[in-house]
């Protein structure tokens, strides 16, 4: 069998290789290289990385790497080949010196190449171990995790389980309230069916109705209360909230999410946002709602201001009790037996005992009646009214003539100007703006070049948009007041500030 020529040069450094520090050595992927070269070069760390293949062969050393006994030489000079093939081309060499360099060079090739497996295996044992490690590391992060999450997860439900009990005791309340609204409703009811029917001689039953409304006004006040927290917490949910961070952990930083925010609108419900989402905007909604009321010093005066005009402007009856007894006691006299046909063209005499105002004077009743019932008082009466007035003179035609003039100041009035329409000639912009997940709608603005040229210019680049990217497009409102003003445009730090 013709033998196949060997490469006997060092891949690396192109020389020879020999017995000593140009020993061939074979890495794992059954490249050969010179023992100086892995030294020199490639040797790093208990690994090597072949320059052929670049597979890395881990070893404790390079002398620990096995030799390549096909590179081998002889110690004269000549090299040595090993073949499988029985016939020898040699004839110097006789069968028995070449069964036994063939046993020798068998066993050699077997031992290097166990080895190699031998370093290999352990290099592969290591990697697994290296493996198993990683993944009981990786198990126990996330047991720990796993422990601090189940934590916050029954806090959570503990919490869930205090906001549910305070939620259910608030809708006990407010049905106990409801009832007491009821109850009170049906009292003023009755108030007012009895006011219907009352008799305006009966001073002690209309006390008694307005006794009862004084009382239930009282009752009533704490609802003002309510009713303005109701509105404050109306108008805390039909706002939008900015959420974003103040103190960041060191991983937010990294991935620059330290300047994220969120825009919740509060004003959320069940059928349209995610159960989660309305719980958050629910819990917020109550948590501003809490802190204005109670610590608000607007809202305070508020309240304080309520409490004061339930007790400053409540009506005061006039007491008319003292009037009722006389008239009654009077219609009693009159239709007394001895008063019934009383003497009307009779003339009082006698110096009445009360009388108001005037001199014009008239007496109830006659001399009979007087001497009848001589516990009667007599009465005297006025006529309650505005004086009349002489009737204005008419002057005649003559007389007017005679009379001065009074002429009027002469006002100059400037006219106003022409209201503005907006004209084709003039330049126009418009925004598409956006509120939440609406529809965008579009807005228009006319440009007054001729009163402000530069501004104008600067507001149409921004609205076309700036070479650089600054510009209106895609920018956010901070703020807006309705038909009053909006702010936006902050292109620096994108926040308003």
């Not at 030489?73 to 000549?78: A, C, L, V």
């Not at 990683?134 to 996330?142: D, E, G, T, V, Y």
């Not at 009388?355 to 009465?379: C, H, M």
Request: charged fraction near 30%.
């Amino acid at each position: 069998m013709a033998e196949e020529p060997v490469d006997d040069k060092c891949p690396s450094c192109f020389e020879h290789f020999n017995n000593k520090e140009r020993a061939p050595k074979m890495l794992e992927c059954y490249h050969t290289y010179c023992m100086h070269c892995l030294n020199e070069y490639m040797f790093q760390s208990g690994n090597i990385t072949c320059l052929s293949c670049s597979k890395v062969t881990v070893a404790v050393s390079v002398s620990s790497i096995p030799d390549n006994p096909y590179k081998l030489h002889s110690g004269n000079g000549e090299e040595v080949y090993y073949s499988d093939s029985d016939d020898d081309d040699n004839g110097s060499v006789t069968s028995s010196n070449k069964a036994e360099n063939l046993t020798n060079g068998n066993h050699d090739h077997v031992q290097g190449v166990k080895d190699m497996v031998l370093n290999t295996q352990k290099a592969n044992v290591s990697k697994i171990r290296q493996l198993i490690e990683l993944n009981l590391r990786k198990i126990k992060a996330s047991k720990n995790l796993g422990s601090a999450r189940e934590m916050r997860i029954k806090e959570s439900l503990q919490a869930l389980t205090d906001f549910r009990s305070r939620l259910e005791e608030e809708y006990k309340g407010l049905n106990n309230e409801n009832n007491k609204l009821i109850a009170l409703e049906t009292k003023l009811s009755r108030a007012l069916n009895d006011l219907n029917k009352v008799d305006l001689m009966d001073y002690e039953k209309l006390k008694s109705v307005y006794d009862d409304c004084l009382l239930i006004r009282t009752q009533l006040t704490p609802e003002n209360e309510k009713i303005k927290k109701s509105e404050l917490e109306i108008a805390v949910r039909q706002s939008s909230v900015k959420i974003n961070f103040d103190k960041t952990n060191q991983m937010l930083g990294d991935i620059k999410a330290d300047t994220d925010t969120i825009f919740m609108k509060l004003n959320s419900t069940l059928q349209h946002d995610p159960s989660m989402v309305f719980l958050t905007t629910f819990m917020l909604g109550k948590i501003f709602t809490d802190k204005i009321a109670s610590c608000n010093v607007g809202f305070e005066e508020i309240i304080k201001n309520i409490y004061q005009e339930e007790n400053t402007s409540a009506p005061t009856l006039e007491d008319t009790s003292e009037y009722i007894d006389y008239v009654k006691s009077y219609d009693s006299t009159c239709t007394s037996p001895a008063s019934s046909q009383p003497d009307r063209s009779a003339k009082s005499e006698s110096t009445p005992r009360s009388t108001v105002g005037s001199d014009t004077r008239s007496v109830l009743g006659s001399d009979t009646s007087r001497s009848s019932t001589p516990a009667q008082e007599e009465v005297e009466w006025k006529v309650v009214g505005k004086d009349k007035k002489e009737p204005k003179k008419i002057l005649s035609f003559s007389e007017m003539a005679k009379k001065p003039g009074n002429p009027q100041p002469i006002i100059k009035r400037i006219p106003f100007p022409e209201k503005t329409v907006a004209q084709t000639n003039r330049p126009h912009c418009y925004f598409k703006v956006q509120v939440d997940n609406e529809t965008p709608f579009r807005v228009v603005f006319e440009m007054r070049p001729d009163m402000a040229p530069k501004m104008v210019d600067n507001f149409t680049k921004l609205c076309t948009g700036l070479k650089d990217g600054r510009g209106y497009k895609g920018s956010k409102i901070f703020r807006a007041k309705a038909n009053d003003h909006i702010l936006g445009g902050d292109f620096e730090n994108d926040d308003g500030t």
